[in-house]
């Protein structure tokens, strides 16, 4: 929990509060070089339920817990929505379509994603027939941030489309490099030209940029109606909504996919696994692999693949800090199996995933990468255990309740779109196979970046 007095006395109930020796900053040095080693260590000494002082806010790691206040919080100061935080009708009509990202209506996006997949492998990496070296982040990221952009937004139509998805491209990652800093309560006038770089992007995303594009999915079509309805159609603050979905759908994505590959290529072993599995669905699908792309899957199929999902997954394990926020609205009491507390008006409740992701009790171990980790008899493994009980959260990494992410489903089907890709038409190879760590800027808010890079190279298959 996020409370914002660090002076304050620990009251009957509350659970132990934990300063550190640094005044004001507490323990937020010792957590921010090694969290998760640090919350384990807390763990065991004071229990589940704890206080962490946190440069000068405290932190417990768990309709009067809510997490829309807290989500309207970070869509004002990072993205400009000023709107939502006093009109509760806005907020919910956003929220409801979000549906769109789900059901028969990510059948229609799949579809799409993977003709614009298609049609990228082919025009840029598919005449690639002699070894290509590329630095896999800025390669991954390139590759998603299009796929991604271009299947939600559309397909910008101007002659000069290069440069313009290229400049859009970096501009997003010069935003998306300082938000863990525009989350903060550091002064934007602190922070470079993240500022004007944030007012550029919004300005990409008018309502009057949008009418540019060409096969914008129903979920911008949606979205724009509802916004229109509250807004001026040449109101600024359209753009800043529509940035603050393009991030949610980019931000994690790009991550995910790079810590899956990485893990990948540290196992060719696995990797054959991999190829095998996708070449069997290919087979009894009549899918032949002949010159050009023309790759086509349904959700269904897709689910099919559980040794790819498994492998997701389990990076996913390794990487996820996204952790759970519930602002309390009042005065209350938390029943749990363990105990009871009290939680005061105004703290932010925080449940710690990587806590559970790195349970050796529930995850036998949960420093390695097991590719097959979330497999049982060749079908998907869902029971896992802690003091002898089944565990109804045991992977975390989208959130929980309210705040899970609605995107879940396309985020999983692209990297397992791209990841087929790869397997079926490349030949590819790690060249500098070092062990790559975390790097917990991001703490918190979602999959963490490398704290380096590696090279790896790639050829179409002839």
């Known amino acids: 929990i996020v409370r914002h007095s660090p002076i304050a006395l620990v009251r009957p109930g509350e659970p132990p509060l934990i300063k550190g020796w640094l005044p004001y900053l507490g323990m937020a040095l010792k957590f921010q070089k090694d969290p998760l080693n640090l919350m384990k260590t807390l763990q065991r000494k004071y229990g589940d339920i704890f206080t962490l002082l946190l440069g000068g806010k405290e932190l417990k790691n768990p309709k009067q817990l809510s997490f829309r206040k807290f989500s309207k919080r970070i869509s004002a100061k990072v993205f400009t929505v ?23 209506a990510l059948d229609s996006l799949l579809e799409n994603m993977i003709q614009i997949l298609n049609q990228i492998f082919e025009s840029k990496l598919l005449k690639t027939t002699n070894w290509k070296t590329e630095r896999m982040f800025p390669f991954i990221s390139s590759l998603v941030f299009e796929t991604t952009f271009t299947t939600i937004y559309g397909k910008i139509l101007a002659g000069d489309r290069e440069k313009i998805i290229g400049d859009l491209r970096d501009d997003f990652f ?47 079509h949606r979205r724009q109606d509802i916004l229109e309805k509250y807004y001026r159609v ?3 603050e359209i753009g800043a909504h529509h940035l603050g979905l ?86 209350m009491s938390l029943d749990l199996e363990i105990d009871k507390y009290c939680l005061r008006k105004g703290d932010f ?17 949960p420093e390695e990468f097991r590719f097959d980790r979330f497999l049982e008899d060749g079908k998907k493994k869902k029971n896992f255990f802690k003091r002898g009980k089944k565990l109804q959260y045991f992977m975390i990494p989208f959130g929980l309740g309210a705040s899970k992410c609605p995107g879940r489903y396309f985020a999983i089907a692209e990297i397992k779109m791209l990841l087929i890709m790869f397997l079926t038409y490349f030949d590819l190879e790690v060249i500098d196979k070092k062990p790559i760590g ?16 590696i090279s790896f190279r790639y050829k179409a298959k002839s």
């Open 82 to 104: 000023k709107k939502m935080m006093t009109d509760e009708d806005l907020g919910e009509d956003i929220h409801g379509a979000f549906h769109l990202l789900q059901g028969k």
């Open 174 to 220: 010069k935003f998306d490099d300082k938000f863990p800093y525009l989350v903060s309560d550091i002064p934007i006038q602190f922070l470079g030209n993240v500022k004007s770089i944030r007012k550029k992007l919004i300005k990409c995303l008018t309502s009057e940029k949008l009418t540019t594009l060409q096969g914008s999915s129903e979920i911008v």
């Open 234 to 236: 040449e109101d600024f």
């Open 246 to 331: 393009l991030w949610a759908s980019v931000a994690n994505t790009i991550p995910a996919m790079f810590w899956t590959m990485y893990y990948l290529l540290q196992y060719p072993e696995v990797m054959k696994v991999l190829r095998d599995e996708v070449e069997g669905l290919l087979q009894s699908t009549g899918q032949k692999i002949g010159p050009g792309l023309s790759l086509c899957f349904d959700r269904e199929q897709l689910d099919s693949l559980v040794c790819l999902e498994s492998t997701i997954l389990e990076a996913l394990r390794l990487s996820s800090f996204s952790s759970v926020f519930r602002f309390v609205e009042e005065d």
């Open 349 to 365: 409740v925080a449940i710690f995933p990587p806590v559970v992701h790195c349970d050796p009790e529930v995850f036998e171990a």
């Open 438 to 453: 975390l790097n917990y800027s991001r703490l918190f808010f979602g999959i963490q970046h490398p704290d380096s890079d």
